[in-house]
C-alpha cells in the first residue's frame, strides 16, 4: 500500500512562528499536493509539485511557501503563522497524470494562538 | 471551467434506511471521478475510481453509479460506522495531475 506520512498529527504553534509540516511517501509518486480543510469551504490547495525542485502555487498561496528537495519529501512552511491559518493540513500524492487518484496522508491540525 | 458539486450537504439516515449521494460536475474530458471517504480528523481514504459513464463498482455496502453529468454513490442498508464525510472529485484533460473536490456530504447514521 501506498503510504503518505504527515510528521504530526497535532501541532500549537505561537503568532508569528516560523512552521515546518513535513509530508513524505513511499510509492516514489511524482506529484504531490498540499490542502487545507477548513468546515464549509471544504479542500483548498495551497501548493503543488510535479517533481523535485518544482513547484507550482495553488489557489490559496498567500502567507505559505514549500520545499521539495527530494522526490518522497514535500515540506509546507509557515513563514509567520497566524491564527488565521489555523486549520487540517493534508497532503497528498498520486502519480503524473493523476490517474488513479490521490493518496492521502492522515492530516496535521494546526493551532496558531 | 471544471467544476464539482455534491448533495445533499448533510444526510442524517435511520440504520437500514437506504439512500443515495449525488455528485454533479462539468468538466472537460473526464478522465476519472474519484469517491474518497473522511472520518473525523482524518484523512480522505479512497473507496472507487469510475471512468467511463454506465460504469458502476461496489464495496460491502456502498455502490458508485456514472452517467456523462453525475455520480451517484448509493448506500444500501446503512450501519452507524458508515458515518462519515464522503468527498468526490473528478479529473479532466485540462487539469493535468490535479483532482478538482465538490465540498463533500456528511452522513449520519443513527442506530
Known amino acids: 500500500d501506498v503510504k503518505v506520512t504527515q510528521s504530526s498529527r497535532y501541532l500549537v504553534k505561537r503568532t508569528g512562528e516560523k512552521v515546518f509540516l513535513e509530508c513524505v511517501q513511499d510509492?516514489?509518486?511524482?506529484?504531490m499536493f498540499w490542502y487545507r480543510q477548513d468546515p464549509g469551504l471544504g479542500l483548498r490547495l495551497i501548493y503543488f509539485?510535479?517533481?523535485?525542485?518544482?513547484?507550482e502555487k495553488g489557489d490559496i498561496p498567500e502567507g505559505y511557501s514549500v520545499s521539495r528537495e527530494k522526490k518522497e519529501r514535500f515540506s509546507l512552511i509557515l513563514e509567520s503563522a497566524s491564527t488565521n491559518q489555523t486549520s487540517m493540513y493534508l497532503c497528498?500524492?498520486?502519480?503524473?497524470?493523476?490517474?488513479?487518484?490521490?493518496?492521502f496522508g492522515s492530516g496535521t491540525r494546526l493551532t496558531v494562538v | 471551467e471544471d467544476q464539482v458539486t455534491q448533495s445533499p450537504e448533510a444526510l442524517r439516515l435511520q440504520e437500514g434506511e437506504s439512500s443515495s449521494l449525488n455528485c454533479s460536475y462539468t468538466?472537460?474530458?473526464?478522465?476519472?471521478l474519484f469517491w474518497y471517504r473522511q472520518d473525523p480528523g482524518k484523512g480522505p481514504e479512497f473507496l472507487f475510481t469510475?471512468?467511463?459513464a454506465g460504469e458502476e463498482k461496489e464495496k460491502e455496502r456502498l455502490k458508485a453509479t456514472l452517467t456523462k453529468k453525475e455520480s451517484f454513490l448509493h448506500i444500501t442498508a446503512p450501519k452507524p460506522e458508515d458515518s462519515a464525510t464522503y468527498l468526490c472529485?473528478?479529473?479532466?484533460?485540462?487539469?493535468?495531475?490535479?483532482?478538482?473536490f465538490g465540498q463533500g456530504t456528511t452522513l449520519q447514521v443513527k442506530p
Open positions: 497528498a500524492s498520486s502519480l503524473t497524470a493523476g490517474d488513479y487518484g490521490y493518496t
Open positions: 510509492m516514489d509518486h511524482e506529484n
Open positions: 509539485s510535479y517533481d523535485v525542485k518544482m513547484k
Open positions: 468538466v472537460s474530458g473526464l478522465r476519472g
Open positions: 469510475l471512468y467511463s
Open positions: 472529485a473528478v479529473l479532466g484533460s485540462s487539469n493535468t495531475g490535479k483532482l478538482i
